[in-house]
């Protein structure tokens, strides 16, 4: 015959049950907390390294100002800041080289210089970088930055969602890129050649890919045919090899300050391949 447990033995297991879930909670509440201490870790390394960036370029701004250039914004009216939120934020589509900026380096099987024989022996890189591209040797690229860039990109970033479509390998352009950015992250989206449509010996980009919506896109690049099959969403742009007197970056802002408030690019852009 089983015998029944007592009040007193009822009550030691109740308190036990109360005691292991007690502990499940405390282990369960300690395990989110470390959860979120490391998301908070992880969110205040990537602002430390947003505000390192910001920090050297206002750094480089303050001793380099030939370097540098201001554009004056236009106060937008109420009725200019209406008009522009009741149109889609539009996406800009920036090409790497030769765009905004030109690299070149010595080949490590042949030795021979690749880009650099229209750079002076007298220009300074603004950095240099190894890359290890697929399984080939390790390459040190010369990396020089168009004029202005920086500022540029500060600006656009404010009118525009940007986008780095590029015809270079992955394992280059993405370094390029992170020292672009500098920390800032108006260059989250990037696109590489393994993204472009390739006819023979011809590289095209397909704007489709970043955004269907072509009203709202357009790209700047120095290549044809990288917009071949997207002419009334493309501004060309002068090809950069190495000039430290060059404006283009700069003498666009005005256009592109402007161009936002249309709805549709094209009816702008395309006006260009009509004449």
């Known amino acids: 015959m089983t015998r029944e447990p007592s009040v007193a033995e009822t009550i030691a297991v109740k308190s036990q049950e109360n005691n292991l879930l007690k502990q499940d909670i405390l282990l369960g509440n300690r395990f989110k907390?470390?959860?979120?201490?490391?998301?908070?870790?992880?969110?205040?390394g990537s602002y430390i390294k947003?505000?390192?960036?910001?920090?050297?370029?206002?750094?480089?701004?303050?001793?380099?100002?030939?370097?540098y250039f201001s554009y004056d914004e236009v106060p937008l009216?109420?009725?200019?800041?209406?008009?522009?939120?009741?149109?889609?934020?539009?996406?800009?589509?920036?090409?790497?080289?030769?765009t905004l900026i030109h690299s070149?380096?010595?080949?490590?099987d042949t030795n021979d210089s690749v880009g650099c024989s229209q750079v002076p022996d007298r220009a300074v890189p603004d950095y240099m970088m190894t890359v290890n591209i697929e399984e080939a040797s390790s390459i040190t690229f010369q990396v020089y930055k168009r004029?202005?860039?920086?500022?540029?990109?500060?600006?656009v970033?404010?009118?525009?969602?940007?986008v780095i479509y590029t015809a270079s390998l992955e394992e280059y352009a993405s370094e390029v890129v992170d020292r672009l950015d500098a920390g800032r992250g108006i260059l989250p989206r990037r696109?590489?050649?393994?993204h472009c449509r390739s006819s023979t010996?011809?590289?095209c980009k397909d704007l489709n890919l970043v955004n269907e919506d072509l009203c709202s896109t357009f790209i700047i690049d120095n290549s044809p045919n990288a917009y071949r099959d997207f002419p009334e969403n493309a501004i060309p742009i002068k090809t950069y090899i190495y000039d430290p007197s060059d404006k283009e970056l700069a003498k666009l802002l005005p256009f592109l300050d402007a161009l936002r408030f249309t709805k549709d690019v094209r009816t702008i852009l395309g006006r260009r391949t009509l004449i």
């Open 147 to 155: 004029p202005h860039v920086d500022e540029f990109l500060d600006f």
């Open 201 to 203: 010996t011809i590289l």
């Open 50 to 67: 947003r505000f390192l960036g910001y920090l050297i370029f206002k750094i480089n701004a303050f001793f380099q100002p030939d370097r």
């Open 157 to 162: 970033s404010k009118w525009y969602d940007l």
């Open 77 to 98: 009216s109420p009725e200019m800041e209406e008009t522009l939120a009741n149109i889609c934020r539009k996406t800009l589509v920036l090409d790497l080289d030769e």
């Open 33 to 44: 907390i470390i959860g979120i201490s490391l998301g908070c870790i992880i969110e205040l």
């Open 191 to 194: 696109f590489y050649r393994q």
């Open 104 to 108: 070149c380096y010595n080949d490590p």
